[in-house]
């Protein structure tokens, strides 16, 4: 699946120079189909691996030229020749001022894979032991949680539309991919097998995924000091299929921690309050590779005054090390039809990279190093200072905001006096009076100031007796009680 732009990643490619070429890391200088064909699909049929093109003798940067071009016709030249369909990433990348070409893959789910109907294991053809050792994975992916039949499901327990968009997704990513119906697609994908919606199937696109499989939900749970405690500001749980809570939960946090706009007199720049993409890479890891089959089975984030913490039950996987996740490692997937349809749907890309990926994008944002620890068969990955403010009491409810309690600083005089008021307090009541029950998630949007800021000033004049907020939480918003 290719992307027709550029990705500077070089912490990534400098991972990969640094080990030694084996069974699951290639390097070729140029672009040969017939060779690249081989490589992948032993790869696929392997444990995984990641072959970069443009790198010549010694390990010197040679480049790709034609590099766009080039990923087109490799991705499709893959996608025509290797069978099973399999997930497939092509990149081009710069690197040292230089194009190369990135393909990623992961241990396929559904060994044997053929190119050219011959089975490649360890980049030659697979003998009478590798095909017994195929054939044997092949046995145990079988027996995974995830390929067990959700015998009480029916058609109509599934969300169609979102079953669509995937396929939709699919198609414009890599138009060699067609599927002729929703039934189609699924069995393709392995998601409909024997008549039989899959366990996976149910957690993906289960219009109410929790009635099949309670241990599915995930719970987002905002602290007002640095500890678990009974008392919460905010305390969600997120029960949709896996595509509908990616969307709430990024859009719930992208509301909470918000951005800070300055403007530098015609310049106007922005820049996230949290570690956006390195959060939202530790959430999708999470997501696919939780362990869903236990019934104790869990998905937390907990946000406190002085960090953030992801957890997942389903310690990492044997072979694989905490140590390791801080260098390009080999990704043994729990979950490989669940991460297939997040790959799709463009919401993860390189395996193995993701917690290299996590490291750099907090460096190169300014957060401090985020830390992983795998134990009572749970990993959790704690952001430092990705925080709520202490000073913040809120609940955020749909766009508008609770207040639990805290004090309130201003005088309660029952009006908004704008000669006392800032220029971004001024702003806000603006905003509120020429727009009829606006709430605060809008006015950030039209104002470009902060959600929290927003919230802030809200509070303030709310607790001045300035505004009132009127009707359901979901439809209502803020009015101007009194100006003068």
Same mark, same amino acid.
């Given at each position: 699946?290719?992307? +027709?732009?550029?990705?500077?990643?070089?912490?990534?490619?400098?991972?990969?120079?640094?080990?030694?070429?084996?069974?699951?890391?290639?390097?070729?200088? #140029?672009?040969?189909?017939?060779?690249?064909?081989?490589? *992948?699909?032993?790869?696929? +049929?392997?444990?995984?691996?990641?072959?970069?093109?443009?790198?010549?003798?010694?390990?010197?940067?040679?480049?790709?030229?034609?590099?766009?071009? %080039?990923?087109?016709?490799?991705?499709?030249?893959?996608?025509?020749?290797?069978?099973?369909?399999?997930?497939?990433?092509?990149?081009?990348?710069?690197?040292?001022?230089?194009?190369?070409?990135?393909?990623?893959?992961?241990?396929?789910?559904?060994?044997?894979?053929?190119?050219?109907?011959?089975?490649? /294991?360890?980049?030659?053809?697979?003998?009478?032991?590798?095909?017994?050792?195929? $054939?044997?994975?092949?046995?145990?992916?079988?027996? !995974?949680?995830?390929?067990?039949?959700?015998?009480?499901?029916?058609?109509?327990?599934?969300?169609? /539309?979102?079953?669509?968009?995937?396929?939709?997704?699919?198609?414009?990513?890599?138009?060699?991919? %067609?599927?002729?119906?929703?039934?189609?697609?699924?069995?393709?994908?392995?998601? =409909?097998?024997?008549?039989?919606?899959?366990?996976?199937?149910?957690?993906?696109?289960?219009?109410?995924?929790? %009635?099949?499989?309670?241990?599915?939900?995930?719970? =987002?749970?905002?602290?007002?000091?640095?500890?678990?405690?009974? #008392?919460?500001?905010?305390?969600?749980?997120?029960?949709? !299929?896996? =595509?509908?809570?990616? #969307?709430?939960?990024?859009?719930?946090?992208?509301?909470?921690?918000?951005?800070?706009?300055?403007?530098?007199?015609?310049?106007?720049?922005?820049?996230?309050?949290?570690?956006?993409?390195?959060?939202?890479?530790? $959430? =999708?890891?999470?997501?696919? /590779?939780?362990?869903?089959?236990?019934?104790?089975?869990?998905?937390? *984030?907990? $946000?406190?005054?002085?960090?953030?913490?992801?957890?997942?039950?389903?310690?990492?996987?044997?072979?694989?090390?905490?140590?390791?996740?801080?260098?390009?490692?080999?990704?043994?997937?729990?979950?490989?039809?669940?991460?297939?349809?997040?790959?799709?749907?463009?919401?993860?890309?390189?395996?193995?990279?993701?917690? $290299?990926?996590?490291?750099?994008?907090?460096?190169?944002?300014?957060?401090? #190093?985020?830390?992983?620890?795998?134990?009572? +068969?749970?990993?959790?990955?704690?952001?430092?200072?990705?925080?709520?403010?202490?000073?913040?009491?809120?609940?955020?409810? !749909?766009?508008?905001?609770?207040?639990?309690?805290?004090?309130?600083?201003?005088?309660?005089?029952?009006?908004?006096?704008?000669? %006392?008021?800032?220029?971004?307090?001024?702003?806000?009541?603006?905003?509120?009076? /020429? !727009?009829?029950?606006?709430?605060?998630?809008?006015?950030?949007?039209?104002?470009?100031?902060?959600?929290?800021?927003?919230?802030?000033?809200?509070?303030?004049?709310?607790?001045?007796?300035?505004?009132?907020?009127?009707?359901?939480?979901?439809?209502?918003?803020?009015?101007?009680?009194?100006?003068?």
């Amino acid at each position: 699946m290719y992307k +027709n732009d550029f990705i500077s990643n070089d912490l990534v490619i400098q991972n990969l120079l640094q080990q030694t070429e084996n069974d699951r890391i290639a390097i070729k200088e #140029t672009v040969a189909l017939d060779s690249i064909a081989k490589t *992948i699909t032993a790869f696929i +049929n392997g444990r995984g691996g990641d072959l970069l093109l443009g790198m010549g003798e010694n390990k010197k940067t040679v480049g790709v030229e034609n590099v766009l071009q %080039q990923v087109r016709e490799i991705d499709e030249y893959l996608t025509k020749n290797i069978r099973p369909i399999a997930p497939i990433s092509i990149q081009a990348i710069v690197y040292e001022n230089k194009n190369l070409i990135l393909i990623s893959v992961w241990e396929g789910a559904n060994k044997p894979y053929f190119y050219d109907w011959n089975i490649y /294991h360890r980049d030659m053809v697979a003998d009478s032991a590798g095909m017994l050792s195929l $054939i044997e994975d092949r046995k145990i992916a079988d027996s !995974n949680w995830e390929r067990m039949p959700m015998l009480a499901s029916e058609t109509e327990d599934l969300d169609m /539309h979102e079953i669509r968009k995937t396929m939709q997704e699919a198609v414009s990513r890599n138009p060699n991919k %067609q599927f002729v119906s929703e039934e189609d697609f699924l069995i393709q994908m392995g998601l =409909l097998r024997n008549g039989s919606y899959t366990n996976a199937c149910i957690v993906l696109f289960g219009k109410n995924p929790t %009635q099949f499989i309670p241990q599915s939900r995930i719970r =987002l749970t905002v602290y007002p000091d640095k500890k678990s405690t009974n #008392t919460f500001l905010e305390d969600k749980w997120f029960e949709g !299929n896996i =595509l509908g809570n990616i #969307t709430a939960i990024f859009d719930y946090l992208d509301a909470m921690f918000g951005k800070t706009i300055r403007i530098d007199g015609l310049v106007r720049t922005e820049k996230e309050n949290y570690p956006k993409i390195a959060l939202r890479e530790g $959430i =999708l890891n999470a997501i696919v /590779h939780r362990d869903y089959y236990s019934a104790r089975g869990f998905m937390q *984030i907990s $946000i406190y005054t002085d960090r953030t913490e992801i957890s997942n039950y389903g310690g990492l996987p044997r072979g694989i090390t905490v140590a390791d996740l801080k260098k390009e490692h080999s990704s043994i997937l729990r979950n490989p039809d669940i991460a297939q349809i997040c790959f799709m749907r463009g919401y993860i890309e390189m395996i193995g990279s993701g917690s $290299i990926r996590i490291l750099s994008e907090c460096k190169k944002n300014g957060f401090k #190093t985020p830390k992983w620890k795998d134990a009572d +068969n749970s990993v959790t990955l704690t952001f430092p200072e990705v925080a709520v403010s202490k000073n913040e009491d809120v609940n955020f409810k !749909n766009g508008s905001v609770n207040f639990k309690s805290g004090s309130v600083n201003g005088s309660v005089n029952g009006s908004v006096n704008l000669q %006392q008021s800032n220029e971004t307090e001024k702003n806000i009541i603006n905003f509120i009076s /020429h !727009n009829e029950n606006i709430n605060i998630l809008k006015i950030s949007e039209l104002s470009g100031i902060p959600y929290r800021t927003v919230a802030r000033y809200v509070k303030k004049l709310k607790g001045r007796g300035a505004i009132e907020f009127v009707g359901a939480d979901k439809t209502g918003g803020y009015q101007i009680v009194k100006t003068i």
